[in-house]
């Protein structure tokens, strides 16, 4: 303890010194935009030229301004305030010398890697380096400022809904231009600048203001949230790489969202569950009406679609029934082999070992556009001067579907139903002793997380126009229990946040496609040694994992009564008499 | 007749592989009650490091029976245990130890991670070993002179000399099994932890040694089945461990998971099963196409009427 | 303070930046891209696997496609127009194809499209490309249903953009009824991996053989991913046959008949191009010998044409071997340049070619590295060779091309 205070004592002499070299750090990095970064204009985006920054450079020098705020504040901020106390400058800035060193060494690693050696890398590039040294140096002299207290800071209603716009804005900006990257070394440098920038805004408080404002205007929040989830389209004028991208991780994080109903909130581990996604696209498939399909009716989709998640509810029954009743062990790699039953007989209805129902391998080709009320899912139309085609549509319909399934997942997290899950999940012995039935609402958990898989895959069918038993593979399962273990088991944001990373990541970096397999096993065994209750953490969840941690357990308890006294106010009232 | 005859014989030559392998699973799950998914792997890493050992032995080819089944065939039985075995208790002391106390989805899912990534690190990184070719695709395995490729008839019914060799392996482990388990120290403790760790302890048995021995069994007799493996069907390849580790699993279920003896008879009941059900089921459902449907539907009929195995678990199901 | 010193400190760096790299010239280069002028661009793309464990044939599909479209621009072959490659991986995986082809379609420049190796990437791939109008044309799909739909008995072409310059299973498999035939086996069980290709395969063989006078003693199947024949041995060897007829690539075929000989089936094994490879070879050792295959074409190192293919390859010094559809990748890019001769010759721009360069694909006609290159109403290729290869002494050689 008084070691560290005495080094306190010595670094505190320091503080005007690091601030102003910081400064310095912060300005040394502008002057670098200026120059060019590489001697070839392959690397990045293009950042060969003097006097002009490139896009990139743009968001760094935004980086670097922010940089100077943070290091500069403090000198400027010479008299007590709110401003000066409440604002955690110090470690913001430490953490944004972080960002600079970081975003420059990419840059430069990636202009050696892209351009051939490090020869290429222009003064303006090793000046940037030079910054982040220094900025990085600074930020370790300065003392860690008190936890930021900006959520204590007064905004009236207007403010804060238009900095929920405003920061909404910035993620939909972010997420546009990053999707238009095409170069992995760009889109990594982006990624870098990007996380880099959020982590020193979170650590400055920016974000605690911005989670106040959050939660005094929940239902704007999640109303902006999907707006702009639907505004995406509109910046990709027309293009549909990306869209088709955006729109493969609308139905990955669907199917997650699923799988996290029985894995995060039953804690049942299903390995099969691409099973039953596959169920639906070929239930689907077989009803489209396709020319390769052996069902010769075709109901209208709405129809299809409730058929499609009936029968893979069905057959999580079927697999469910048996062995939910005994350990729940069994249940992973009995799912396990279903998956394997699912695709070896999708494989042999073939006509040759069974009755032709599938083509065998060759699978279902030609399924039909979607057609709904009408209106045909391939036609491209335009919106606002804007093509919105075949892409944009399903993603539309996506983000209807997952709107759905939050909402059944959040209800559900709320009610009865969930509470049992979460008794089961914790401890299925006292749940039982509790009255829990406990078969029963895991069995309804399995079929019910099925008939989601359904429902997403009867849409799949038609987006990917064929389907075949190849798409349906035990790895695909192993993809999205990544996902859902990532983000966060039994979070509607972990998932998504799990799902866009595991889709986006391999689709944007090309060059690590080959190992993405094996990071991805890594990654699970990580996950669940490090941090088992994932990115986005389910507090109730994170306090399973780390029984030991006091102050975790009092924090979770203060807000369950917390939310209990919303929901039941006279409660908290008698309460309050007594 | 003779065809059935000769599908028994098919049957339990396939069944003795995934008795081999169903041992490791049965064991460390009649202990520490853990279904150690990457067991198929540690399989197939005991075959990629027999096949290893042939490379570093200077890859011999033309040899005498003698000196290949007396020579070759132990050194690279060998050569994939200490592959095996090592790989296997690392697994366990960098990734299963630490989540002992965790909630039981954390270390299957740790198991899952283990198992896709041992197939990638093969698949990518076997090949960049000095000497060794690329395993991203099927590898052929070294040809052990009297045993790969022959066989012999009895009457009609043709054995392969492979099959000889699998079944008398799981002879020979059996009985060796027996004798660890009665007889010696390490085994008597074996049967102590899996009864009551938490007496066990008290009792003064190092537990964390005794789940490691169990570990290190069950990658032994893995690598020995690695290497019949690879005679059996004259390849090897990084996937070869995830349907055999299923098949495996489902003869421990069958047999009575955490029961030793359970494990080799379900894996040769599961064999025999699958063997007949592609020449007597009639009509399409027979195809050999079916036949890893059949293992598995056996399995999951075996959940509803014996969730005990076929000889009992040792085990009591704890959820 | 920190102002001065920052002013100093940025004066100081831009002073000695100049001074170390010198001239501003690179400041000038800064209209490269936007200076076309009156030389316009069209891309042909290519899809195909360029990573994972088929990443040797794709490699040497995008290889000779970017040597076609260097000799084009070289002799000036479309005046007005420069070709560029675009090459995207598909990894050989449906999925991955779909995405690669729905990028090259989004980009106006692209007129037409090499690919893809597998037959089950072309069925997402095609329908991706077809609404764009883009003409694809595969090196090696050998499915038929690619260009006579799902009934072969009523072909009709399901896709009018798609081309192929190899010959189809229906015509590799009567091949290779023939072939049996005239040695004279007529007792045959065949064995297919139930996949578009091994299927396809088997039935236009066995359609084939019976017609011949031939009886097909048994039909088995496998699974893609089995490893385990010893049931479908059994099976097979109850009906005594003379030949086993395979249909499926090399990764099953090769411990198929390593597994066959060693139960005690010695009879040769004979499949189609998806067996034609050495690592078939090294996974069946020496059980191998005598063992078949067929393969689209006649050998490409003894045709007269395909010389000045193979000459220019090693000219232009690409590090991977143009492998066994370099010489089919090279015809299919250059029957698109062919149809790109009419199609841009009047266009203001690449993507308004688009539907015209599949119009004149039908007209193209010239004499390429496999020999005649031309299509029929179908959009498969003309010429019809395969070659019967057989396995001796570890090694295949070519034993009767037929037409």
């Known amino acids: 303890m008084s070691d560290t205070t005495t080094s306190a004592n010595r670094l505190a002499r320091y503080q005007t010194s690091a601030h102003i070299a910081g400064v310095v750090a912060a300005v040394l990095g502008i002057v670098s935009v200026l120059l060019p970064w590489s001697y070839a204009h392959e690397p990045l985006d293009d950042v060969a030229y003097y006097g002009a920054p490139s896009p990139l450079q743009y968001n760094y020098l935004g980086l670097m301004v922010i940089v100077l705020v943070m290091f500069g504040a403090p000198l400027a901020l010479r008299r007590k305030g709110k401003f000066r106390d409440r604002i955690a400058w110090n470690t913001g800035a430490r953490f944004g010398g972080y960002a600079m060193l970081a975003t420059a060494l990419v840059a430069v690693a990636g202009i050696g890697i892209e351009a051939g050696g490090l020869v290429n890398v222009d003064p303006g590039g090793w000046i940037a380096v030079a910054a982040g040294v220094l900025a990085t140096a600074a930020g370790l002299v300065l003392l860690p400022s008190a936890a930021p207290r900006t959520g204590t800071f007064r905004t009236p209603a207007w403010g804060q809904i238009l900095a929920i716009a405003v920061g909404l804005a910035a993620v939909l900006f972010a997420a546009a231009y990053a999707l238009g990257l095409t170069d992995s070394g760009a889109f990594l440098f982006y990624l870098t600048f990007a996380l880099g920038l959020a982590l020193t805004l979170v650590r400055v408080g920016l974000f605690g203001w911005l989670a106040q404002c959050a939660a005094d205007n929940k239902k704007v929040l999640v109303f902006a949230a999907f707006l702009v989830a639907f505004l995406f389209p509109f910046t990709q004028n027309g293009s549909d790489a990306n869209m088709s991208i955006a729109t493969q991780v609308l139905f990955f994080s669907a199917t997650a969202l699923g799988l996290n109903i029985v894995v995060g909130m039953v804690g049942l581990l299903d390995l099969g569950y691409i099973a039953f996604l596959g169920a639906g696209a070929f239930t689907s498939a077989s009803l489209s009406g396709s020319l390769f399909a052996h069902i010769n009716w075709h109901p209208p989709f709405i129809v299809t679609v409730l058929i499609s998640g009936v029968v893979s509810s069905l057959l999580g029954l079927l697999i469910g029934t048996p062995t939910l009743r005994v350990s729940g062990d069994y249940l992973a790699i009995v799912t396990l082999a279903f998956g394997e039953i699912f695709r070896i007989t999708m494989n042999n209805l073939d006509g040759s070992d069974g009755p032709n129902i599938t083509n065998g391998s060759n699978g279902i080709n030609n399924v039909p556009e979607l057609g709904l009320f009408g209106f045909n899912f391939g036609d491209p139309h335009v919106m606002l001067g804007v093509t919105i085609g075949r892409f944009a549509n399903y993603f539309w319909l996506m983000l209807i579907v997952l709107a759905l399934i939050m909402v059944v997942f959040v209800n559900l997290n709320r009610s009865r139903i969930g509470r049992g899950w979460v008794a089961i999940r914790e401890d299925e012995l006292a749940a039982e002793a509790m009255g829990v039935n406990t078969f029963g609402l895991k069995l309804l958990a399995f079929a019910g997380g099925a008939f989601l898989a359904g429902v997403a895959g009867s849409v799949k069918a038609h987006y990917d126009v064929s389907v075949t038993p190849d798409q349906y593979v035990f790895l695909e399962s192993a993809f999205l229990l990544a996902a859902v273990v990532l983000g966060g088991m039994g979070t509607v944001m972990g998932v998504l946040v799990g799902a866009t990373v595991l889709k986006l990541l391999p689709e944007k970096l090309r060059f690590f496609s080959d190992y993405r397999l094996m990071l991805f096993g890594l990654l699970l065994v990580f996950m669940m040694r490090f941090r088992p209750e994932g990115i986005i953490a389910d507090e109730r969840r994170q306090l399973e994992f780390h029984a030991e941690d006091e102050e975790l357990a009092e924090e979770v308890e203060g807000e369950l009564i917390a939310y209990h006294d919303h929901y039941n106010p006279d409660a908290a009232k008698t309460e309050e008499l007594r | 007749m003779d065809l059935f005859w000769q599908q028994l014989i098919n049957g339990l030559s396939l069944g003795a592989l995934y008795a081999l392998i169903a041992v490791g699973y049965t064991v460390v799950y009649g202990i520490v009650q853990l279904i150690n998914f990457a067991h198929g792997e540690i399989f197939m890493v005991g075959a990629f490091g027999a096949f290893a050992t042939w490379v570093v032995m200077g890859s011999p080819k033309q040899m005498s029976w003698q000196a290949a089944v007396f020579g070759l065939l132990p050194a690279m039985i060998v050569g994939g245990m200490i592959v095996s075995v090592s790989v296997a208790l690392l697994t366990e002391r960098l990734a299963y130890r630490p989540l002992r106390d965790a909630p039981r989805l954390a270390p299957l899912i740790t198991a899952i991670g283990i198992s896709v990534f041992l197939q990638e690190v093969v698949r990518l990184f076997f090949g960049t070993i000095p000497g060794m070719p690329d395993a991203k695709r099927a590898i052929p395995f070294p040809t052990v002179t009297g045993i790969s490729g022959r066989s012999f008839q009895i009457g009609t019914v043709t054995v392969q000399n492979s099959a000889v060799f699998t079944i008398a392996a799981l002879a020979v482990c059996t009985v060796f099994l027996w004798f660890f388990v009665n007889r010696t120290k390490t085994g008597r403790a074996m049967v102590a932890t899996s009864q009551d760790p938490d007496t066990a302890r008290l009792m003064g048995i190092n537990v964390d040694r005794v789940i490691m021995s169990a570990f290190a069994v069950g990658a032994a007799l893995a690598a020995i089945a690695g290497v019949a493996h690879g005679m059996r069907y004259g390849n090897i390849d990084f996937r070869m461990g995830f349907l055999a580790g299923l098949k495996a699993f489902t003869a421990a279920v069958l047999g009575g998971i955490g029961n030793i003896n359970g494990a080799v008879v379900g894996g040769l009941v599961l064999g025999v099963v699958e063997s007949m059900a592609t020449t007597f089921i009639p009509g399409q459902f027979g195809s050999p196409a079916w036949k890893d449907v059949w293992a598995f539907v056996l399995l999951i009929l075996v959940l509803v009427f014996r969730p005990q195995g076929l000889l009992g678990a040792k085990v009591v199901d704890r959820a | ?403």
């Open chain 3, 1 to 403: 303070m920190n102002r001065r010193i920052a002013k100093l400190a940025a004066v100081t760096f831009v002073a000695g930046t100049l001074a170390l790299t010198g001239c501003g010239s690179r400041a000038g280069n800064t209209t490269t891209g936007t200076s076309g002028g009156a030389v316009k661009i069209a891309k042909i793309g290519v899809i195909a696997p360029l990573s994972g464990d088929l990443s040797a044939l794709g490699l040497g599909i995008k290889n000779s496609v970017d040597l076609a479209i260097k000799q084009a621009n070289e002799s000036n072959a479309i005046p007005g127009w420069k070709l560029e490659l675009a090459a995207e991986d598909d990894q050989a995986t449906p999925d991955v194809g779909k995405n690669a082809a729905t990028k090259l379609s989004s980009d106006p420049l692209v007129v037409g499209v090499v690919g893809t190796l597998n037959s089950s990437v072309a069925q997402s791939v095609t329908p991706v490309l077809q609404p764009a109008h883009i003409v694809q044309v595969s090196p090696a799909n050998t499915g038929p249903g690619l260009t006579q739909g799902n009934d072969l008995t009523k072909p009709s072409r399901p896709y009018d953009n798609y081309f192929r310059t190899c010959t189809t299973d229906a015509v590799q498999g009567p091949t290779a009824a023939t072939y049996l035939l005239s040695v004279g086996i007529n007792k045959v069980a065949t064995i297919h991996d139930k996949k578009t290709y091994g299927q396809g395969l088997v039935e236009a063989f066995t359609k084939a053989f019976t017609a011949g006078g031939g009886t097909i003693v048994a039909a088995q199947t496998i699974n893609p991913d089995d490893k385990d024949f010893s049931a479908v041995i059994t099976n097979v060897k109850a009906a005594k046959p003379a030949a086993v007829y395979y249909g499926g690539e090399y990764p099953q075929a090769g411990p198929l008949s390593k597994q066959m000989k060693a139960a005690g089936l010695n009879v040769p094994l004979m499949g189609g191009d998806g067996i034609f490879d050495p690592a078939y070879v090294d996974l069946a050792g020496s059980a191998a010998n005598g063992d078949l295959a067929t393969s689209v074409g006649a050998p490409v190192e003894t045709l007269a044409s395909a010389k000045a293919f193979i000459t220019a390859y090693k000219a232009a010094g690409y590090k991977d071997p143009y492998a066994a559809y370099g010489a089919q990748s090279y015809d299919a890019a250059n029957a698109i340049i062919n149809a790109l001769k009419t199609s841009l010759a009047k266009a203001s721009d690449a993507k308004s070619a688009r539907a015209d360069t599949v119009a004149a694909m039908s007209s193209v006609s010239f004499d390429g590295a496999t020999g005649k290159v031309a299509f029929d109403k179908f959009g498969d290729t003309v010429s019809k060779v395969i070659t019967v290869y057989k396995v001796t002494n570890g090694k295949w050689g070519t034993e009767k091309t037929l037409s």
